[in-house]
């Protein structure tokens, strides 16, 4: 069907319904998901992740929503699996797909990343050194920690900075990041939430 595949609703699902399809429609991971390499990636022996559960699991869902010729399929399998591993999102209630595309996008992540041992490291601090060139020392250290096509596509980089009010040091950290909080101009309330009932 081409992408045209839809989820069963498994009551109040959309929050799981609509993460899929981000990720679904993302075409690398896709391609990659479709291809089956991940096989050749998943992470068994990572303790930060799920014993490459997880990413079995979103592959096959994936895999199914492109080449089945249903209109829609149940998503029954992944809901399972995510409420085993996160069990606040068990059950029939409306959850944040946000948070939950989150988890899948961490969870997918360590389950694919191709560092066996993490090593520990000390980022070092500015000390005057220009942004281009703190940021690349940060990024690559960040990369010999978490190495996975989950990191390619999804993580950034953002700079955050620190001055002392008495000697006016400048300290900068260039932390990496899935999810930047963007303010939307005209304040007021009324915008969040999870979206109406799925």
Known sequence: NGGLTGLHNLGNT???NSSLQILSHTPILR???LSKTYLNDINTTNP????????DVVARTVIELWTTKQPAISPSQLKSAVSKFRPQFAGTDQHDAQELLGFLIEGLSEDLNKVVRKPYIEQPDSDGRPDRELADIWWRNALRRE????VAIFFGQEKSSTVCGRCGYESNRYETFTFLPVALPGGGGGGGGGGGGG
């Open 48 to 55: 930060l992740g799920l014993g490459g559960k997880l990413a």
């Open 147 to 150: 190495f996975s096509i989950v």
């Open 31 to 33: 391609q990659y998901l």
């Open 14 to 16: 959309c929050f799981l």
